[in-house]
């Protein structure tokens, strides 16, 4: 059981980011590889980072992760190895691509699911979707997120999925849910088991 999507890892060094952050980010991955705007599985991951009044603050070991296409593995190290990226005047220097394999876990989590609704018509919304992709499982809501700021904004909620059997597991995480994949929204990672849903 493989999933035909793959994590593409860069090391990156940078300073603080602005909370706009992953709209530039994404203008910049596709000013060196335009083929990433060719597909709308292609996924930025949210980095892994701390906030300080608005600004996001990068670890020293921060990564940047896109969740691509087996495919185009090779042809985007070929385009990012190595490059400086431009994130509102702040340099982000990335470093040699990684791949690592998605791997079935029963429980997922999204940082934020797009949508501009209430709690229950979005409910609604992810059951209906993940109905169309013959996913079983249960669903906690978490807070209502935004990224971004003011006009330049994108709202919804973060998510938890459990109780996925392995092969629903690998689905949701290569096609995830929602729009704004580029932005880091919809995309789902492994979560630590919580005891009371097991």
Same mark, same amino acid.
């Given at each position: 059981?493989?999933?035909a ?24 991955l ?5 083929? &990433? ?9 949210? &980095? ?145 088991v ?5």
């Amino acid at each position: 059981m493989q999933s035909a999507m793959i994590d593409l890892a860069f090391d990156i060094s940078g300073g603080t980011l602005p909370p706009t952050y992953p709209f530039a980010l994404w203008t910049e991955l596709v000013r060196h590889a335009p083929q &990433l705007a060719d597909n709308e599985s292609i996924g930025v991951l949210p &980095l892994r980072a701390a906030e300080s009044g608005g600004d996001v603050l990068l670890p020293k070991r921060a990564k940047l992760v896109l969740r691509i296409p087996i495919t185009l593995s090779e042809a985007l190290m070929t385009k990012l190895n190595g490059q400086r990226l431009d994130l509102c005047g702040i340099p982000m220097q990335l470093g040699t691509g990684k791949t690592r394999q998605i791997a079935p876990y029963p429980t997922l989590h999204a940082q934020q699911v797009a949508s501009t609704e209430d709690e229950e018509p979005f409910m609604e919304s992810v059951r209906e979707q993940l109905d169309e992709m013959d996913i079983s499982c249960n669903l906690i809501c978490g807070m209502r997120r935004t990224i971004g700021a003011k006009e330049l904004s994108i709202h919804g909620y973060s998510l938890v999925v459990h109780a996925l059997k392995p092969e629903a597991s690998l689905r949701l995480q290569s096609y995830g849910l929602g729009k704004g994949r580029c932005f880091g929204c919809g995309i789902f990672l492994p979560y630590k088991v919580i005891p009371a849903l097991e």
